[in-house]
């Protein structure tokens, strides 16, 4: 009875002592994501699986954080009402940091921006697009948009053409009926990549003076949730300092979004 009993003891310890050792899990964070506002996040039709700019930046904050994610999909109605009601902990979802949203949740650092640029004909040389290089020209953007009000402050010597949407714009530029097109970066850089697109180039950015008020994104937090909103924002630093921000941002985007 000795024998198998001091046989027996080694058989348990081990395992007691593993268990002991194992490492602690790592604290869960639940971040919302919509996936639906492609390239930024969106579902892989053969995975199902959340995929974008946004899915994989997360996962290199969460893991300058040393976190576990768990992102939730969420539809876009009521992504901030989920937040305030504790259904999770963040949204990174194309979050648009305005006065409205702070009122009701903190924001992070923003962590991309959507820049706004100049396009003309490739028979018009790169260059000056300032207020006075664009006097009488004819510039098309869309209607009741940042777009518009930049233009209409500071490009009073141009005439100013509306469009509902940027594509009518385009078209119009394509068959010389405007110099120039002044919009979202994004969606102006799809139109210089399509064939209509070869017509065109990019004629500038906007000038440093007058400054043009960039949409900055960040990642929507409860208020009180200071010391995740501090996590977060030291995590977004890191890894734009490190290098990881820019090798994720070349897979979806030929440009800055900083």
């Known amino acids: 009875m000795g024998f198998v009993a001091g046989l027996a003891a080694p058989l348990i310890n081990p395992l007691a002592s ?18 639906a506002y492609p390239p930024f996040n969106f579902i892989d039709p053969n995975t199902n699986e959340l995929r974008g700019f946004e899915v994989d930046l997360l996962k290199s904050l969460c893991e300058a954080m040393q976190v576990r994610c768990e992102i939730v999909q969420h539809e876009w109605d009521g992504i ?3 937040l305030v009601n504790h259904e999770y902990d963040a949204i990174m979802s194309s979050l648009e940091i305005t006065e409205r949203r702070q009122k009701k949740i903190a924001f992070s650092d923003p ?3 959507i820049p706004a640029v100049f396009i003309g004909s490739r028979e018009t040389a790169q260059g000056e697009v300032t207020p006075q290089a664009l006097a009488g ?8 948009s940042d777009h518009e009000t930049y233009l209409r402050t500071f490009y009073r010597e141009s005439e100013i053409v509306l469009y509902a949407k940027a594509d009518e714009a385009n078209l119009d530029l ?8 002044f919009g979202d970066e994004l969606l102006l850089s799809k ?11 990019v004629l500038g950015d906007t000038p440093a003076d007058p400054a043009y008020r960039r949409e900055l994104y960040g990642v929507g937090l409860r208020k009180q ?7 977060f924002n030291r995590a977004i630093g890191q890894v734009k300092a490190d290098g990881t921000y ?4 070349a897979r979806y985007f030929s440009f800055d979004i900083r």
Do not use: M, N, W
């Not at 899990?25 to 971040?31: D, E, G, H, L």
């Not at 020209?137 to 009741?144: A, F, L, P, S, V």
């Not at 990549?193 to 070869?198: D, F, N, Y």
């Open 246 to 249: 820019d090798r994720i941002r």
């Open 137 to 144: 020209k004819r510039i098309g953007t869309t209607e009741r």
């Open 18 to 35: 593993a268990q002991e050792a194992a490492p602690p899990q790592k604290p869960a964070i639940r971040i919302a994501v919509e996936g």
């Open 80 to 82: 901030i009402k989920g």
């Open 174 to 181: 394509l068959v010389g009926r405007l110099d120039a097109v």
């Open 191 to 201: 139109f210089l990549e399509s064939r209509e697109g070869e017509c065109c180039h």
């Open 111 to 113: 962590y991309y921006r």
């Open 225 to 231: 949730d200071e010391d995740l909103r501090a996590r």
